[in-house]
């Protein structure tokens, strides 16, 4: 019930191509929904997050879109560039229920955007 | 941009010796993390803390592990007796407040021979 499961593994995506990574998760319980961005020797960094009373956020050319009802949100990456290439995670965290804030992490996409 | 700082970037460590994995928070920051990443896997929660005290831990943070805020800017993990396995890299991130963004360090590479 913890767990966030993310899709896909991997993706390649031509430059200027929209490149779609999905999350799902189980525990109703979570209502924060941040993405992280992680270049090799770095630490993840914030991109984007989405709270449940929106079903879209728009960041530059990041979009997180959300559905509640399906337990689902996604990130889309419009006018892709190389210097997106990176791993991306989706997490999940939530306020209440005692849980102090831990995001729960999917497994991460590894991005390529071909030049 | 304050950034959360670790040191040192690669610890390498006899198996059965002690580790401490030092991180300096950014500065106005309230709640305090612990994750740590298998190679080539996700990012695992360990450990949370605020005032002073752990708020939430997860099973892998057992009693071989420890963390303190010795003083006003350091958060630190302890591992007591290393074994292979905690071969990771370890992340520090720090938030001002309960579920606010949290802001992770570049990590420090643990590797337990």
């Known amino acids: 019930q913890q767990q966030v499961k993310q899709s896909p593994q991997s993706l390649i995506v031509q430059k200027g191509g929209i490149s779609i990574i999905n999350c799902a998760y189980e525990?109703?319980?979570?209502?924060?929904f941040p993405w992280y961005q992680q270049f090799p020797g770095k630490g993840p960094a914030l991109l984007i997050a989405?709270?449940?009373?929106?079903s879209e956020k728009k960041e530059g050319r990041f979009t997180i879109s959300f559905n509640k009802s399906a337990k689902q949100f996604s990130l889309h990456i419009m006018d892709s560039q190389p210097g997106d290439s990176a791993t991306y995670f989706c997490?999940?965290?939530?306020?209440?229920?005692?849980?102090?804030?831990?995001?729960?992490f999917g497994k991460g996409t590894k991005l390529s955007v071909k030049p | 941009e304050p950034e959360v700082t670790q040191t040192p970037s690669h610890q390498v460590t006899q198996m059965g010796q002690e580790v401490i994995l030092r991180c300096v928070p950014i500065?106005?920051?309230?709640?305090f993390y612990w994750y740590r990443q298998i190679l080539g896997q996700k990012v695992e929660f360990l450990v949370s803390?605020?005032?002073?005290?752990?708020?939430?831990k997860s099973e892998i943070f057992d009693d071989q592990f420890s963390v303190e805020r010795p003083d006003g800017s350091n958060f630190t993990l302890k591992i007591r007796s290393t074994k292979l396995e905690d071969s990771a890299m370890y992340f520090c991130?720090?938030?001002?407040?309960?579920?606010?963004?949290?802001?992770f360090g570049d990590g420090t590479r643990l590797s337990i021979l």
């Open positions: 991130a720090s938030s001002e407040g309960h579920n606010q963004p949290q802001h």
């Open positions: 525990n109703t319980a979570f209502d924060y």
């Open positions: 989405i709270r449940p009373d929106v």
């Open positions: 997490a999940a965290g939530m306020d209440y229920g005692g849980s102090q804030g831990n995001l729960i």
């Open positions: 500065s106005n920051h309230l709640y």
């Open positions: 803390f605020y005032n002073n005290e752990i708020s939430e």
